[in-house]
């Protein structure tokens, strides 16, 4: 498996035959004007979509937010054979297959299996504000596990997800802390330490932090989520990947 971290929570990688993008979120730097708010993007993709070759399959944790949807990415998506994503999006978006919360789909007669698995994004009672959102384990013959979190806040959840799917053998975790007035300043994303017990719960042999900067809202960088993972001694699970380059993992 070979992962290419873009930006953000966007992330491009090959496996059992497929490739598989998340979140596609490829416009440049700047403020997105919203009711009652701004969300600012201070980072830009370090590849432009074009530039990815073949897309098989987008995972789509959510649709409602720019940081994981914006504009360029929202166009990109009728040109990919397969969207995966939450119901609601099915609904929103022309194209896209909705999964249930444990819901599984086969892909590529059956090399690849993706199953949807629960994201809770921010506190109790989050979905009310900020919408559903689902994180994705893939499974196939021979292939390793992989987990991708989605903006998941919850460690309950994770914890139901490892019960089920444990040991994963890669682990792209969104993190980075995200807070917003909507929330009141709770955390959205898991924290750094959030994502070492995530770690740990789920076994993962390779950890891969992804949507942990590029934006004003995100309040810890990779900095913090290395140094969390040091501290829990876990720091040999994390692979930090360089932007643009692809990286092998698994």
Do not use: C
């Not at 979190?149 to 995200?178: H, M, T």
Request: charge should be negative.
């Amino acid at each position: 498996m070979k992962i290419t971290h873009i930006g953000g929570p966007t992330a491009f990688f090959s496996l059992g035959g497929l490739t598989f993008l998340t979140d596609p979120a490829f416009d440049e730097p700047r403020d997105y004007q919203l009711p009652g708010r701004v969300m600012t993007k201070l980072i830009g993709p370090a590849l432009p979509a074009a530039d990815l070759g073949p897309v098989d399959v987008v995972l789509l944790s959510h649709d409602q937010h720019k940081d994981n949807l914006d504009e360029s990415g929202r166009a990109l998506l009728p040109s990919i054979p397969t969207v995966l994503s939450t119901p609601g999006a099915a609904e929103r978006i022309p194209g896209v297959r909705g999964l249930a919360t444990w819901e599984s789909v086969g892909l590529a007669d059956g090399t690849v299996t993706v199953t949807a698995v629960p994201a809770l994004h921010g506190p109790e009672g989050a979905e009310d504000v900020l919408g559903v959102v689902t994180g994705f384990v893939l499974q196939g013959e021979g292939l390793p596990t992989v987990y991708v979190s989605g903006d998941n806040a919850s460690l309950g959840l994770v914890k139901e997800i490892a019960d089920r799917f444990g040991p994963v053998d890669v682990a792209i975790l969104f993190a980075g802390a995200a807070r917003t007035p909507l929330m009141n300043g709770a955390n959205l994303t898991l924290t750094s330490t959030d994502a070492a017990q995530a770690a740990q719960l789920l076994q993962a042999s390779t950890v891969v932090p992804v949507h942990t900067e590029g934006w004003k809202h995100f309040t810890e960088g990779p900095d913090q989520f290395v140094a969390a993972f040091r501290e829990a001694g876990l720091a040999d699970r994390v692979t930090l990947l360089e932007h643009g380059v692809a990286t092998p993992v698994g």
